[in-house]
Every structure is written in structure tokens, then in C-alpha cells.
């Protein structure tokens, strides 16, 4: 049996980190195609054109829209994430931590399309994978920043019922319909906290 040598390891270690950022470039060439021609109308071969690759090469790593649309998806999740554990050390409070996720939601094209792209039935792909993890991080990181506990299933509703909140109000608010309908994001969060967490801090929404 032949051991495996630290070369034959670094070659891997190359090969991943090759793979890793080739399907960074694919993200980043997908993002831009989704905003400047809306992420309904994405397509493999114009994010191929954006990246400088053959169409071909794109099947890699994503094999359809679909599972293109759902990693951006993750990714913008992954951004929440990082919003809302930016927030510790401050006192946990509902209005802050809704601030912080319709102000990343709301100026994203690609989530709601990606959830969309999701199947209803649950699948294995890596992309929904990774999806599902970054989804249950943003639900962890909201109740720690919410202040709200999250160790019964009702607590854990109550997060869901949140998470579910903002992000329709975010989705609302970019499409111009919130203000159409006479409410602010802020009103909305308030609104909210006033079922989850009154006496929360003030809510400010760029």
C-alpha cells in the first residue's frame, strides 16, 4: 500500500484551493449578471460569458440556475451572519438586529430568487446543503442578537415567525410596494416588537 506523501498532499490542498476560487469567480460573475439584468434572468451561459469561461466549465460546479441561484442565496445568508454577530457585545434588542437584516435583505437580488429556487421536496445537492446550514446560523444569530432564547419549539417558531417577518418586509421594501401600501420598515419592526420584544432599542433603517 502506498502511504499518501506530503507532496500527493499539497497537489490536493492546490486542487482545492484552485476549485475554491474558480467557484468564487463563478459567484461573483453571477452576482453581477443578476444586478445589472435581475436575477429572474440569469443564466448560465451569460454568467460563463462574465467570468471569461466556457459555458461547459460552469457545469463543475453548478448544475443548473437553480442551484447557482441557491448558492448566492447562502452567500447573502452568510452575510446576515456576519451582520448580526457584528452586534455582540451590545445589549440584544429586536429593533437593532431587524435593522441590521433588511438593510443587507433589501438590497439583495439574489435571495429571494434563490429560496424560490430551492425544490419543495428537500434534495442533496451541495448547494442546498449549504443553503440549509447557512439558514439554521442566521436563525442562531438572530435569536442571539433578538436576546430571544431559542431551547424550546416554541422559541424556535418564534424565531422562524421573525426571520420570516423581516425578510417579507425586506423583500416589500425593495420592491417599492412597502411604501406603497403607506408603512417604513422601521414602523413594521416596531410593530414586531411590540409581539417579541417590547422595550427593545430604537430601530434605525438606512
Not at 117 to 123: D, E, H
Request: aromatic share 4%; proline share 3%.
Amino acid at each position: 500500500m502506498v502511504s499518501s506523501s506530503p507532496i500527493n498532499a499539497s497537489r490536493a490542498e492546490r486542487r482545492a484551493r484552485s476549485r475554491e476560487f474558480t467557484r468564487a469567480a463563478i459567484l461573483a460573475a453571477a452576482r453581477q449578471v443578476a444586478v445589472r439584468e435581475g436575477a429572474a434572468n440569469l443564466s448560465l451561459r451569460a454568467v460563463a460569458a462574465e467570468a471569461g469561461f466556457a459555458p461547459a466549465a460552469l457545469y463543475g460546479y453548478f448544475a443548473n440556475k437553480n442551484e447557482l441561484l441557491i448558492a448566492l442565496a447562502a452567500e447573502d445568508l452568510g452575510a446576515v451572519v456576519r451582520g448580526l454577530r457584528e452586534l455582540r457585545g451590545e445589549v440584544p434588542a429586536l429593533g437593532r438586529a431587524a435593522g441590521v437584516v433588511i438593510d443587507l435583505l433589501r438590497h439583495s437580488e439574489t435571495m429571494a430568487a434563490g429560496a424560490a429556487a430551492l425544490p419543495s421536496a428537500g434534495g442533496t445537492a451541495d448547494a442546498e446543503r449549504l443553503f440549509n446550514g447557512r439558514l439554521i446560523a442566521a436563525l442562531r444569530a438572530l435569536a442571539e442578537a433578538c436576546g430571544t432564547p431559542d431551547d424550546s419549539r416554541q422559541d424556535q417558531a418564534d424565531i422562524v415567525l421573525i426571520a420570516a417577518a423581516l425578510t417579507g418586509v425586506a423583500v416589500l421594501a425593495r420592491s417599492g410596494r412597502l411604501q406603497a401600501l403607506g408603512f417604513s420598515p422601521a414602523e413594521l419592526i416596531g410593530a414586531l416588537d411590540r409581539h417579541f420584544a417590547a422595550g427593545t432599542a430604537p430601530v434605525k433603517v438606512s
